[in-house]
């Protein structure tokens, strides 16, 4: 198991993100469309349990609730949870901690953890709660930082949130793997490329740098990407 010193105390992390919800608000994280592709990677079914560990602003939990799935969302900031009443109204949310879920084992259809988990305290104990509240065929979705993408210099790595823990797809995987989770499939996280509009405007020259920039991302191999999306299931409890 690897052993990941944390940086700061879990009262200066809620004050962090307490502060960064009330600057950005609802533009905090992602807008509503780049959930969309984890929605499928999920393949979320109707009438299917959802946990979303670190929901900011609650803009995956609104995708899973247009599709009919039953929703729960953590997060450990007070001013996010608010947020993300107002947009994933018909989700259950709630202030918690992601290493102690306050959830029964095995009850969770879906799990998804995007950008959050490298900023926990103790990296180890929040998978294993992941795949404590797991179904046997839950499908576990994990969003993390690539230490070696291309674009971080060699003295700006990460993203400079808090506590932030940074390993390479060998890293990552074993983390999940040593803490109780199999993974199916391993995508690069593609936000980037989508968000990306070539027709933004009709200067030749940008037009130009976009189309560059997509090509780029697009051909990029996964051991350089910017993110990794692990989408895993529990090791199986059944005797």
């Keep these: 198991m690897i052993k990941m010193e944390p940086k700061v105390t879990k009262v200066e992390i809620k004050e962090y993100y307490e502060r960064y919800h009330i600057e950005r608000k609802e ?48 997060d450990i900031s007070k001013e996010a949870v608010n947020i ?12 918690a901690d992601g290493e102690k879920l306050p959830f029964c084992d095995g009850c969770f259809d879906y799990i998804t953890c995007l950008g959050t988990l490298e900023h926990f305290l103790d990296v180890n104990k929040g998978v294993q ?44 995987s074993g983390v999940l793997k040593k803490n109780g989770l199999v993974i199916r499939k391993i995508y690069q996280d593609k936000w980037l490329i989508d968000k990306t ?34 989408i895993c299931s529990k090791i199986s409890t059944k005797a």
Excluded: H
């Design 27 to 74: 533009n905090s994280w992602r807008p509503l469309e780049a959930y969309r592709l984890i929605q499928k990677y999920l393949n979320m079914k109707k009438g299917k349990k959802l946990l979303d560990i670190g929901c900011g602003t609650g803009y995956l939990l609104k995708t899973a609730e247009l599709k009919g799935v039953i929703t729960y969302g953590i």
């Design 84 to 95: 993300s009443e107002t947009i994933a109204n018909n989700s259950q949310l709630s202030v």
């Design 129 to 172: 709660e992941m795949a404590r509240v797991s179904k046997n065929s839950a499908v576990i979705c994990i969003m993390l930082p690539n230490v070696n993408f291309f674009g971080w210099g060699p003295q700006n790595k990460g993203t400079r949130q808090i506590n932030e823990f940074l390993f390479d797809l060998r890293g990552w």
């Design 197 to 230: 509009k070539l027709l933004e405007d009709k200067n030749p020259l940008r037009l130009l740098k976009r189309l560059f920039s997509k090509l780029r991302w697009m051909v990029l191999p996964l051991n350089l990407a910017y993110q990794f999306v692990f």
